[in-house]
């Protein structure tokens, strides 16, 4: 069994909020999710909503806004990291009090993570994959709790 | 592990919530010293169904939910509208 983390993954995070939202996205031309707490993929990243008229965006590219959307976009410096491996998610059982093996490929959850608030998502065209985001102030911490599990598969529990 | 199972975000742990404490209805503006301190200070502490904020860190989601404190079971998720009575901006 192998895992690997990926301690710095290069998105550009966006967060997108207001009334107008939906009509910025579309005329940026990217994907809108259908429901609140779930997200799409694009490109190497996503666009996730988290509330009811507040969007998180990943991806490689700036975006500017244009004059015409009304929403308010704030650009985010979540620090992003990766854990991949076929059995992520029995390693995130030390750290996080979810069953993440039920996050379907495409899943979108908000949940603590070693006591960090984090927001996770699983890729669904690399499934064995999961990108987590969270405030960097909490990277130092947290890259040494994930890199912990990542270097002692023993403490992964047999499922 | 004690859990608060939110209707909208489903069962989550209680360590990823934190509790705002009762919703009430904050006294005027000219009421009495002893009325503002009643408030400020006195809760009642009976079992009963109880109108409560919680704020979930990871969703940075604030909700009132209905708790019943004996059982600790939340009955309901309470619209905003319902408690724009505590909530100014409303």
Known sequence: ????????????????VGSGAVDALRAEGLPIPEAELTAVEHGPGFVACTGRNGYLIAGEEEWQQSPQTPPWLLQRSDWVMRLSGARWSDALTELCPHDLGRLPPGGWFMAAVAGV???LYRPASVPDSLLLG??????AYLESMLQSVVRDP?????? | MQQLDCPIIGRRPISEFVYGGEVRRPPPGDAPLADVADHAFNRTGQPTVLREWWFHRPTGRWFV??????????ERVVPPQEVAYAIPTL
Do not use: K, Q
């Not at chain 1, 710095?8 to 966006?14: E, Q, Y």
């Not at chain 1, 969270?134 to 990277?139: I, L, M, Q």
């Not at chain 2, 708790?67 to 079971?73: D, E, F, H, I, K």
């Open chain 1, 1 to 16: 069994m192998t895992l690997t983390l990926e301690t710095h993954v290069d998105l550009r995070l966006w967060e997108l």
């Open chain 2, 65 to 74: 939910l209905e708790r019943n404190t004996l059982s600790n079971v939340v």
């Open chain 1, 154 to 159: 023993s403490r992964i529990n047999p499922s």
């Open chain 1, 134 to 139: 969270f405030d960097p102030s909490y990277g």
């Open chain 1, 117 to 119: 608030n984090a927001w």
